[in-house]
């Protein structure tokens, strides 16, 4: 039995991490809009009312299908490291890791301009029309989510103290409001309406005026504003001290988002599209190739057979990431000979009936891997509730700063085979200070190249950190099928192979595949500072059965138990044989929704 029935339409789908979202992005449609405007909107939207996990100044992968175009086309919302970000420049100031918030790490902020550009291409409305519900919300005002709302309180003494224009845009006369409030970003809203304003005023035709927001976005007032406030400013970050930051207004001026070719492969008669090495997408590719070799569904979903060769297979292919993912721009990374079907063969022979221990990086072109350092906590507890620490002061209110995965999704699909999905993160509310007069903080994606020289992802000037966020998009005989992303960090590509393997190995319908309980790995080493992992750790949704439970135990994985319906949030869209479209979300958390019509 589903907690929530899937969803079909004869017009689109939108599905996303916030119900405000998915509605606003369905309302696109009732304008003429498209999919691609559609996503936008609910985009925009989830900027305002998820502030704890994204935000203007953040970044996004976007997977975009132009129907009847065969093809899928990414856009890069990662922006990359100032031209000031050496190594040294951090080394100097005695840090062996990027800060995982304040100032130092931020990058240049790409999400904003990343939808531009999608709407640009490839939608069809005005940008007023498409930030309307957003500007809405920001002015009017939207019901804070308990989460949300747990964040501010644990960071209220530091928005009062220290973040004081966080303090400013996210608390209520000095007080953190309450879950379900009605709260307000107005400073955001006046943003983005300047923003409107001065594109309309360039008396250009639709594409221009989207082209004149990018620019007063990248060289204009928003632009002024981050420059104006970072020459100056030295703020605490998650060091513990108060640190300025390396970003400028030239840094904004000479990227914008680029687009690219989306990586593929095969499996089981589809086709998977993935963004490149900048993002940790590729693992998903590594991952199904490895699995290809495996009869899946024979062991049945629920079994610890099943269990055991995804994580053995996780395990090795997220090896690889550790060792030789970057930017390409920046980095040789031997992308060909990672995805090369020998490769998997090779690899797939590690995989036995036993569980592994071991951090194995493969030997692509017969090259040797090298891992950044790494933070063993095989032995060590798990976090502790980050709400315990609040008594302890600034200095331990600062650690709840750094990222652990905070990101939304958001897709959508329309009657005509136009389909997109993105995963917006960065740039949220315990990232950065919020930027006077801009009402966002920056992102701080920065944290996640390493200081180690020789490595694809060592930081450098003007190259893109390696991140997290990967959407995922598949094609069917050239036709678009499926698009889906969740939240999770570096869980995202083990929980949306999780749903896919659930739909193309054992035969579930998408919301059914969303829902069923799921698991993945610790063994994978984080990507946020301080690069944690615990080796062995599999991490189950409680429910599972207790037999296959103790089998796990005797291959010798580490079993852990989650609450049931914690992990993951997967949404998707796609298109049914009969040309319906369909809208699927997680109900974990209650959060996400999907809308059809």
Known sequence: MLFRPELHGTRGAVASTHWLA????????????????????????????????????????????????????????????????????????????????????????????AWLRLLKEYGTLPLEVVLEPAIGYAERGFPLLPKAAAMIGALSELFRDTWTESGRTYL??????????????????RTFRRVISEAQASGRDREGRIDAATETFHTGFVAEAIDTYLAKAEEMDSTGRRNGGLLTGADLAAWRPGLEQSLSLEYRGHTAHKAGPWSQGPVFLQQLALLEGFDLAGMGPGSAAYVHTVVEAAKLAFADREAWYGDPAHADVPLRALLDPAYAAERRALIGSEASLELRPGRPDRREPLLPPLHDESSAPADPAWLGELEQGIPAIMKLTASTGDTCCVTATDAAGNMVVATP?????KSSPVIPGLGFPLGTRGQMATLMPG???TLAPGKRPRTTLSPTMVLRDGQPYLAFGTPGGDQQDQWTLGFFLNHVDHGMGPQAAIEARTFHTDHVPTSFAPRRFRPGTVVLESGWPAEELELLRRRGHQVELAPDYSLSKVCATGLTGDGL?????????????????
């Open 455 to 457: 490595h694809s992802n």
């Open 172 to 189: 209520r006369r000095g007080v953190a409001p309450r879950a379900g409030e009605r709260v307000t970003n107005p400073v955001l809203a």
């Open 581 to 597: 479209v369909l809208g699927a979300a997680s109900p974990r958390g209650a959060q996400a929704y999907a809308v059809a019509g």
């Open 425 to 429: 993160s960065g740039g949220w509310l």
């Open 22 to 113: 998915s509605t606003a992005g369905m309302s696109m449609f009732d304008r003429g809009g498209n999919a691609f405007d559609a996503a936008a909107a609910a985009a925009f939207v989830i900027q305002v009312v998820e502030p704890h996990l994204n935000g203007p100044g953040g970044d996004v992968p976007i997977l975009a299908h132009r129907s009847g175009s065969g093809r899928v086309d990414v856009i890069c919302g990662q922006g990359p490291m100032p031209a000031a970000a050496t190594v040294d420049a951090f080394t100097e100031r005695g840090l062996s890791v990027v800060p995982g918030s304040g100032l130092l790490s931020a990058v240049v902020p790409g999400a904003f301009s």
